[in-house]
């Protein structure tokens, strides 16, 4: 049974390593792609767009690939031209959400429609279902099905860009990180298509999914991170034991690994870190959030625990430390890939919001 506590919030952020649990294996068998053909779509008129934008998506539950999960949504922009194209893939840490939670942003719906910006929201298998390199394939797949309906739905093929929060943050890296996925000779059309992106925006993403790289990104000390068995456990790749850790596991490992994948073609990112810029390790900054928190309870200052976060402005959440963003953000700039990089503490006056940069990397 896999721990379902995959973004602990309190409890975890203050007892730190010592309390994290393993997490169990399970084993899926990959369903075969199977060709998909074009869906249906009838446009909204792209001549005299309307003064009022209708944010609700054009089509729904369009099927992009083989599984159940599979789904997508589409806004298509009304235009004459062929239009760029936003793909959220949502957050969840791989065991949780949908993509029906992106129709809320009404603000930024119709702020792409009404510049002529087409969007596409994506569901993806979680991971009592498949494997992380496979769930990672799915928004691959996505991307490639979009592109093969570029015609009928009036995009761009050449401006594309995905974006998301957390797991989907981390998933738009590794599409912009990783190398082209298109397959020229499959019997499957939509997997001859393209994957490559023209910019990606992450909101809390993790550094790589080759997790056995994170005590030195997050700079713990080996033996915390052992003991913890954090991610340590192969159950994220569907593998059992120490498989993860021989040839086979080695390369699922080194496919999911967003830094060792940066080159200077990839494109533009931007990242954005929820908490402060800070240098502290992980391991020191739940030292000292333990500390200050248990000050804070016993002096009254605070009688909701969930509040020391709110109200400090500081998260000591493993997954979203700023020590990944961080990470991200020089590699990003020894190697030469342009990156925006914006903390909790940025000053306002320097701070670009994320479809800011999306929209300036896709238009004229």
């Known amino acids: 049974m896999y721990f379902r506590s995959f973004f602990p919030r309190f409890w975890l952020s203050l007892l730190g390593t010592a309390l994290l649990s393993s997490l169990g294996t399970s084993f899926y068998t990959l369903a075969a792609d199977a060709p998909i053909q074009q869906a249906a779509l009838t446009p909204p008129a792209a001549s005299n767009p309307p003064v009022e934008i209708d944010t609700n998506p054009t089509i729904t539950d369009v099927p992009y690939g083989p599984c159940e999960k599979n789904k997508l949504d589409f806004w298509k922009a009304p235009s004459d031209k062929p239009t760029p194209l936003i793909v959220e893939i949502h957050g969840g840490g791989f065991y949780e959400g949908d993509k029906s939670g992106f129709r809320h942003d009404r603000t930024n719906i119709t702020r792409c429609l009404s510049l002529g910006v087409s969007l596409a929201s994506i569901n993806y298998r979680f991971i009592g279902e498949a494997p992380i390199q496979d769930i990672l394939r799915d928004s691959a797949r996505a991307i490639q099905f979009l592109r093969y309906n570029a015609t009928d739905w009036n995009i761009d093929k050449t401006r594309i860009a995905a974006f998301g929060e957390s797991a989907g943050a981390g998933t738009s890296l590794w599409l912009a990180f990783h190398d082209d996925l298109a397959d020229p000779n499959n019997p499957d059309p939509v997997l001859r298509e393209s994957t490559r992106l023209k910019a990606a925006g992450a909101e809390s993403p993790q550094a ?157």
């Open 208 to 364: 790589t999914y080759d997790f056995s790289r994170w005590p030195q990104v997050l700079d713990i000390p080996q033996y915390i991170w052992q003991c913890s068995n954090w991610f340590v456990s192969p159950s994220y790749y569907h593998m059992d034991g120490l498989e993860v850790f021989k040839p086979e596991g080695r390369k699922v490992r080194a496919d999911l690994d967003m830094l060792a994948w940066i080159d200077p073609s990839d494109p533009p990112v931007y990242l954005w870190s929820k908490q402060v810029n800070t240098n502290m390790s992980y391991v020191n900054l739940c030292r000292f959030g333990y500390a200050w928190a248990t000050q804070m309870l016993s002096e009254g200052k605070v009688t909701d625990p969930n509040k020391v976060i709110n109200e400090t402005h500081i998260n000591f959440d493993i997954l979203h430390h700023p020590a990944h963003t961080q990470t991200l953000e020089k590699t990003c700039q020894r190697i030469g890939v342009p990156c925006t990089v914006v903390y909790r503490d940025t000053p306002n006056e320097q701070k670009i919001t994320l479809f800011d940069f999306l929209l300036k990397q896709l238009l004229p």
